[in-house]
T-cell receptor, first 111, second 115 residues
Framework: SQQGEEDPQALSIQEGENATMNCSYKTSINNLQWYRQNSGRGLVHLILIRSNEREKHSGRLRVTLDTSKKSSSLLITASRAADTASYFCATALYGNNRLAFGKGNQVVVIP | NAGVTQTPKFQVLKTGQSMTLQCAQDMNHEYMSWYRQDPGMGLRLIHYSVGAGITDQGEVPNGYNVSRSTTEDFPLRLLSAAPSQTSVYFC???FGQGARTYEQYFGPGTRLTVT
């Protein structure tokens, strides 16, 4: 079953604006990961946040995790046209390396 | 490093045909997995392996077989192709150690059409 559920599913913004995506999940997790997929390509790992972390930064990316609400958010600051892609959250359960992916957020950054 | 490679990039099969999708990684990763991606469905796990000689089923294993004779290779076999198996298939690998989960590295995908 799908563990991650992203919201909103489609986002269109102007270059330079910030983009925020949310992800909710149902069960306790080991960690949560965000991936990017450019059209027609494989997924690329962006950031991993562990269940005992609340916030993590990587360049223009900021991820938060609220385990009490079983939700995470991905913020992309100062967006660029190259950020146009689909973004997926994926949750990892304890005890194995399996990931459960959400359905993805499509982000379009207009130059 | 080539990372994760997949062949072929595109394939068209007729219903009932069989074929093998190839996946190889050169990062000495223990964990490898196969996903299928369908529009609006995200990625669904088909089969995975935690090391050579060890495989297990994922969320949607029916109609697919896997084996893992080496650390590097993890082929996916379609036994008797059906139109419902039309999809994009991704192979991924990661460093796996015990209960910890790490980032996964994805191949470029194989686009399969079954007519």
């Amino acid at each position: 079953s799908q563990q991650g559920e992203e919201d909103p599913q489609a986002l269109s913004i102007q270059e330079g604006e910030n983009a925020t995506m949310n992800c909710s999940y149902k069960t306790s997790i080991n960690n949560l990961q965000w991936y990017r997929q450019n059209s027609g390509r494989g997924l690329v790992h962006l950031i991993l946040i562990r269940s005992n972390e609340r916030e993590k930064h990587s360049g223009r990316l900021r991820v938060t995790l609220d385990t009490s609400k079983k939700s995470s958010s991905l913020l992309i600051t100062a967006s660029r046209a190259a950020d146009t892609a689909s973004y997926f959250c994926a949750t990892a359960l304890y005890g194995n390396n399996r990931l459960a992916f959400g359905k993805g957020n499509q982000v379009v950054v207009i130059p | 490093n080539a990372g994760v490679t997949q062949t072929p990039k595109f394939q068209v099969l007729k219903t009932g045909q069989s074929m093998t999708l190839q996946c190889a990684q050169d990062m000495n990763h223990e964990y490898m997995s196969w996903y299928r991606q369908d529009p609006g469905m995200g990625l669904r796990l088909i089969h995975y392996s935690v090391g050579a000689g060890i495989t297990d089923q994922g969320e949607v294993p029916n109609g697919y077989n896997v084996s893992r004779s080496t650390t590097e290779d993890f082929p996916l076999r379609l036994l008797s192709a059906a139109p419902s198996q039309t999809s994009v298939y991704f192979c991924a690998s990661s460093f796996g150690q015990g209960a910890r989960t790490y980032e996964q590295y994805f191949g470029p995908g194989t686009r399969l059409t079954v007519t």
